[in-house]
Nanobody
Framework: QVRLEESGGGLARTGESMRLSCLAA????????MGWFRQAPGKEREAVAT?????????YANAVKGRFTVSRDNANKYQVYLQMNNLKPEDTAVYYC??????????????????????WGQGTQVTVSS
């Protein structure tokens, strides 16, 4: 069974940076599309940034374009990062790492709908103060 191990998160001030990490661990036998979603209090869950298994294709929510970068570790494709720069109070949310298997011929595939992801991490809180 695949589990997603998230790290990072915490408290930051407006304009600061923070990096989240996620490792797909356990019985990982598939090529995985991965990414990050977030949910703020009283708001719907939304995709933040996602990335294909080969790392060549990415999706970013409009609210984070130019500030956030999603990447995969070259040595370990099951390790993904979310570099968050110029944080804003509206980035405050619980951030979830997500993953879903894709066919070995579809390593370029990436998704931005929650229903497309089979595995979800437990979430890590990011709080940005003004």
């Amino acid at each position: 069974q695949v589990r997603l191990e998230e790290s990072g998160g915490g408290l930051a001030r407006t304009g600061e940076s923070m990096r989240l990490s996620c490792l797909a661990a356990g019985r990982v036998r598939s090529t995985l599309a991965m990414g990050w979603f977030r949910q703020a209090p009283g708001k719907e869950r939304e995709a933040v940034a996602t990335i294909s298994f080969d790392g060549k294709n990415t999706y970013y929510a409009n609210a984070v374009k130019g500030r956030f970068t999603v990447s995969r570790d070259n040595a370990n494709k099951y390790q993904v990062y979310l570099q968050m720069n110029n944080l804003k109070p509206e980035d405050t949310a619980v951030y979830y790492c997500v993953a879903t298997p894709v066919s070995t011929w579809a390593t370029f595939a990436y998704y931005y709908k929650a229903e497309d992801y089979e595995q979800w991490g437990q979430g890590t809180q990011v709080t940005v103060s003004s």
